[in-house]
């Protein structure tokens, strides 16, 4: 097994987790705020998706599918174009509107894009400082665990708002 394989079947294992959190949900239940204040199974869901595609964009040297496949009009949110959910109120959280079928599209576009980029992925390249605002400078291995780390965090967050529902 390569390291791009190993790290492909990371992100793999997201679809299933992010289609079974959606799956068989109304728009009004994947918007529902725990409590009324906590992040809503849309938010988390979409939340994940836009920060794996911003940080793999950013770290692959490409547009983000967010807005090169027009999710960003799809979506019609009222946020500036490149939000990735991080840090938003409650109140900006219930902004965040989407039936399954369009939080399930934009999870599979991204996922497909991250596949795509880690194809040709080597060892030597996980070495490669992608962001330089950190001390130390973050490599492209560390990112690529930290976004799998938080994408996994909130597709768990995401199912126990469904248990939550009682679906």
């Known amino acids: 097994m390569t390291v791009a394989d190993l790290l492909k079947d990371a992100f793999e294992r997201m679809r299933e987790l992010g289609h079974d959190a959606v799956e068989g ?15 809503s199974i849309a938010w988390l869901v979409w939340h994940l998706a836009r920060v794996q595609d911003d940080h793999l964009a ?18 019609g949110l009222p946020f500036d174009k490149g939000e990735t959910g991080y840090g938003q109120s409650s109140a900006e959280v219930a902004q965040v509107k989407a039936d399954a079928a369009l939080l399930a599209g934009y999870l599979d576009a991204v996922l497909d894009r991250t596949l795509d980029y880690l194809e040709g992925l080597t060892d030597a ?22 976004v799998i780390g938080d994408d996994m965090q909130h597709l768990g967050q995401a199912a126990y708002v469904k248990g939550l529902l009682g679906t």
Do not use: C, I, M
Request: charged share 25%; net charge negative; proline share 5%.
């Open 25 to 39: 949900l109304s728009t009004e239940q994947l918007t529902t705020q725990p409590e009324g204040k906590g992040n």
């Open 58 to 75: 950013d770290a692959g040297g490409y547009e983000q599918v967010w807005t090169a496949q027009g999710w960003e009009q799809r979506f």
């Open 125 to 146: 390249d996980l070495d490669r400082v992608v962001d330089e605002q950190w001390d130390p400078p973050v490599t492209l291995g560390v990112r690529l665990v930290s």
